[in-house]
């Protein structure tokens, strides 16, 4: 079955350690991007990539780093930098940049204590 | 960006139709209108999207105002499994416009 996963679906990290969140699509789509969700609150845009080894800072980038290598593959790392990292992070893909639709994954759901 | 306005909860007998209303009153000729839902602590889910027609798929309609300025999400038999939020997002057509705008959504709840 074609779609994204994400792995784990819950993680734990102690304050001041980077942890890497992953995204993997089998949809052989060019476009790929990382959301951040707070209680209550709607989707934020974090970073996005249209094409392998291309990606662009979105809304609330700032203690976020990701890479491109691989088409499939659009691995997110969240760093010490980030002052709340506590949150749900999505993962989306899209056949491109344009006006279709974003097929999303389940979900890492990070709390760092 | 076009920004959209939607109730923040609503409520929907089973078996009913449920209207879910969006306005986005500052919305460009490009502009497309597009549905998400998102089921508690899942990824969102695409239901629907229109330009200026009104829409129909395997799960909804989307009947969009003639002078787009706002718009609805009906979804004919509402079930238990319709409860989520919604989201009403408007978004360019053109290339390399990433971004979607996700607000608050509306809260529906489908009771039995």
């Known amino acids: 079955d074609g779609g994204i996963t994400q792995s784990p679906k819950y993680l734990f990290r102690k304050e001041g350690q980077n942890v890497t969140l992953s995204c993997e699509q089998n949809l052989n789509h060019d476009a790929m991007y990382w959301y951040r969700q707070d209680p209550g609150q709607g989707l934020r845009l974090i970073y996005y990539?249209?094409?392998?080894?291309?990606?662009q800072k979105g809304d609330i980038a700032e203690g976020y780093s990701v890479s491109r290598e691989k088409k499939e593959s659009f691995p997110l790392t969240v760093t010490s930098a980030q002052k709340n990292p506590t949150a749900f992070y999505l993962c989306?893909?899209?056949?491109?940049?344009?006006?279709?639709?974003?097929?999303f994954g389940p979900g890492t759901r990070l709390t760092v204590l | 960006d076009a920004k959209t306005t939607q109730p923040t909860s609503m409520d929907c007998a089973e078996g009913r139709a449920a209207n879910l209303p969006c306005n986005h009153s500052?919305?460009?000729?490009?502009?497309?209108v597009y549905w998400y839902r998102q089921i508690h602590s899942q990824g969102p889910q695409y239901i629907i999207h229109g330009l200026k027609n009104n829409e129909t798929n395997e799960m909804a309609s989307l009947i969009i105002t003639e002078d787009r300025k706002s718009s609805t999400l009906i979804l004919p038999h509402a079930t238990l499994r319709d409860t989520a939020v919604y989201y009403c997002i408007v978004r360019p057509a053109t290339s390399g416009t990433y971004k979607y705008i996700f607000g608050t959504g509306t809260r529906l709840k489908v009771l039995a």
């Open positions: 500052t919305i460009s000729g490009n502009e497309y």
């Open positions: 989306a893909s899209s056949i491109d940049g344009t006006a279709t639709e974003q097929f």
């Open positions: 990539s249209q094409i392998v080894n291309d990606f």
